[in-house]
């Protein structure tokens, strides 16, 4: 959850920090020394002040024994004491005038029990000194926007400045993805290291960003979310600034032992639940560091696609291949050029030329580089076409400048003369030296992606991104907890509350006995199911309680069978009798779970139902609440979707009744409350506009 003390006007007033205390400096620290050395590679310009024991000069920086004895109170202080002497440099800072502070410090939760005592010591004196502090075992800040700086982060000279901003959980993480943005002349705006977060969480940081007019793109990495309510807010409001999260998430939430009993378990758990968050609140994920900065320089670029389609132009009809091979893994959008822009290109390039997308020009553009300001403009206006990539190969040296320095400024000018802001794709992911750098700054051209496959993927998400901003979502409605929800038990239960929810429930009876299994049976008129009812048993086949399509007249001695199985396999499994109902042919079965995820709350899953749930494992998974759009679309995500049209001469299902059916079964598993674990239908039969819940199993926390 997150501290209601972090407000943007807390971390404001952190981030923009121009005068700071350096607690723990120390000539002899090999620590201290690099604390000093990153505020001069940051261009840090505001004071500093070496705070310690004997109030000694440290790195040529004036010395105190205290916070307070400082003639001018500073606006932070970075604390990097031993552990067991954090809160007195705290309750210290706080005495000076310090609202907020940094602790770079260790030993503290990442180290066990007595750190993690320590660090809920330390919480308790910041909040009871009205201080909130940014770590512990943080790597601290740069804002290099506003040049305020309280880091041990490094950076490479000359320091970059853009528009990305970077925050990581982990300080060597965040070193990596530093060097790696430097490496491919990727500015930044801010970047931090959030450490153990024990009051400013990396969705706080996300949510303050959001605001920050020198950020254009959030690259954050995520190793746990600790305030989900936070990020969540953070990225609507992302989505409706048009301001792209990109998250770089490792590690799988570790699901209950309540629900990892049920089917729901095998679908929902682990990673697939992020991933249903990042689709619903419009995160962009991503695989690895080069990925996740290559897709925000990209953004950062093009902002949203006003238009869905992606042309690339090239010299290399090999590139043109790959690209058209990687573009459809990716899921970029190369629609066909309309009509009249192929008539246009094939009256400027050779004969012999394609005017397919992507576009080959050929190598004669190498002797006619007239061609690129001939067939750039036409690619530009395609009525299905939002961006323009042109392939380069990137020099590697001296001998290869001579090509960018002749076809570079004549690709840009096509661009520019156009009103578009170029954009350069390099084959492969490769630093790009002085000279070529040179070339590219005296063109104009500020924006190159390097690398076929992460610039790929990076196109994909800009698509997907720029289609979520242009059109909007419905938010689906909020559900609340019944006051005094039922503590069901056993199949019928559920399927009784279900039946009251608007879910289509399998009529049935529960018999006590033989002879009323058969009177049962003989009043559905056709073949029926028998099964045990029992709140102890959760998946009936395999304790030997459940028989299909039974004869009405059989029905007696198949009672007394399941009984007798059930009496063997699970001797002291409770029974409250056979449930007899009618046995439902043809059609499709479908699963449909609710698991509780402890990170994000109520998730449900959809895929094909019986057998197949585990087998295929062909899921669709969202957080709840949803609506009837979002069922369609996890239903039309499956693999098995054609099923649901209709096959063979099987009735197609009506996707709307059905979707209403996923509805109301995610609005009544909310309904449970918070002591829900999990609630699964396994089947869901569909048979045309007919929609019943089969089978049903509710399980508890605890």
Request: glycine share 10%.
């Amino acid at each position: 959850m997150t501290d209601p003390r972090v407000t943007f006007e807390v971390l404001r007033q952190l981030f923009t920090a121009q005068n700071v205390a350096l607690v723990g400096a120390s000539e002899r620290s090999t620590w201290s020394q690099m604390i000093v050395r990153r505020f001069h590679d940051f261009g840090h310009q505001g004071r500093l002040y070496a705070v310690n024991r004997d109030g000694k000069e440290a790195h040529g920086l004036p010395g105190y024994r205290s916070c307070r004895d400082i003639p001018e109170p500073p606006d932070t202080a970075i604390i990097f004491v031993p552990a067991h002497s954090v809160a007195g440099a705290l309750e210290d800072a706080a005495d000076a005038g310090i609202a907020s502070t940094v602790v770079l410090s260790s030993g503290f939760a990442e180290a066990g029990a007595d750190g993690e005592r320590l660090q809920r010591e330390l919480v308790e004196t910041a909040r009871q000194r009205g201080v909130t502090f940014f770590g512990p075992n943080s790597l601290g800040f740069a804002n290099i926007a506003s040049g305020a700086v309280a880091t041990a982060i490094g950076t490479r000279a000359p320091v970059l400045k853009g528009r990305i901003a970077v925050v990581s959980q982990s300080g060597a993480v965040a070193n990596e993805i530093g060097k790696f943005a430097h490496q491919q002349g990727m500015g930044l705006s801010f970047i931090c290291a959030t450490g153990n977060e024990a009051m400013v969480t990396t969705a706080d940081v996300i949510d303050y960003l959001v605001d920050d007019p020198a950020t254009r793109v959030i690259a954050a990495y995520i190793e746990a979310v600790s305030a989900t309510d936070r990020l969540g807010a953070a990225a609507r409001r992302a989505l409706a600034a048009k301001k792209p999260i990109i998250v770089l998430k490792v590690g799988s939430s570790a699901m209950s032992a309540e629900v990892a009993k049920a089917h729901t378990g095998a679908m929902v758990g682990d990673d697939r639940v992020f991933d249903a968050a990042c689709r619903q609140l419009g995160l962009i994920r991503v695989r690895s560091i080069e990925e996740m900065m290559v897709t925000a320089a990209l953004i950062e670029a093009t902002g949203p696609l006003d238009r869905p389609g992606i042309a690339l132009a090239s010299v290399s009809g090999g590139g043109c291949g790959m690209f058209a091979d990687l573009a459809e893994q990716h899921g970029v959008p190369t629609p066909a050029f309309a009509l009249e822009t192929r008539r246009k290109l094939a009256e400027v390039l050779p004969s012999f030329a394609s005017t397919l997308n992507p576009l080959d020009m050929t190598g004669v553009v190498l002797q006619d580089t007239s061609l690129w300001s001939k067939a750039l403009p036409i690619l530009f206006d395609d009525p299905t076409i939002g961006l323009v990539v042109t392939l380069i190969a990137m020099p590697g040296a001296d001998a290869e400048m001579p090509t960018c320095q002749v076809h570079w400024p004549v690709i840009a000018k096509a661009y520019r003369d156009a009103g578009k802001r170029p954009l350069l794709l390099s084959q492969v992911i490769q630093p790009m030296g002085p000279e070529a750098r040179q070339v590219a700054e005296s063109s104009g051209l500020r924006d190159i992606v390097f690398g076929m496959d992460f610039g790929t993927r990076a196109l994909g998400h800009l698509a997907r991104w720029s289609q979520r901003i242009n059109n909007a979502v419905e938010l689906a409605a909020e559900v609340s907890a019944l006051e005094d929800p039922p503590m069901l038990e056993g199949e019928r239960a559920a399927l009784d509350f279900l039946a009251e929810s608007g879910v289509p429930v399998v009529p049935a009876m529960v018999a006590q006995n033989a002879s009323e299994a058969m009177a049962g049976a003989a009043s559905l008129a056709g073949p029926v199911v028998l099964k045990i009812a029992s709140p102890d048993i959760a998946h009936k086949t395999e304790a030997g309680g459940i028989r299909l399509g039974i004869a009405p007249g059989d029905a007696g001695h198949v009672h007394d069978e399941l009984r007798a199985n059930v009496a063997r396999t699970l001797p002291d499994a409770r029974i409250d009798g056979v449930i007899v109902s009618p046995m439902r042919s043809g059609g499709l079965e479908l699963f449909v779970g609710v698991a509780r995820d402890a990170d994000w709350g109520l998730a449900i899953a959809v895929g094909l139902g019986g057998v197949w749930v585990e087998i295929l494992k062909d899921s669709a998974v969202r957080l709840l609440p949803i609506g009837k759009a979002d069922a369609h679309e996890m239903l039309r995500s499956l693999r098995a979707a054609p099923l649901l049209d209709g096959y063979r001469g099987a009735p197609a299902a009506d996707l709307d009744r059905l979707a209403e059916v996923i509805v109301a079964i995610g609005n009544a598993a909310l309904a449970l409350g918070p002591r829900l674990a999990a609630l699964e239908i396994n089947p869901l039969w569909v048979r045309g506009d007919a929609v019943e819940a089969l089978d049903a199993l509710v399980v508890w926390q605890g």
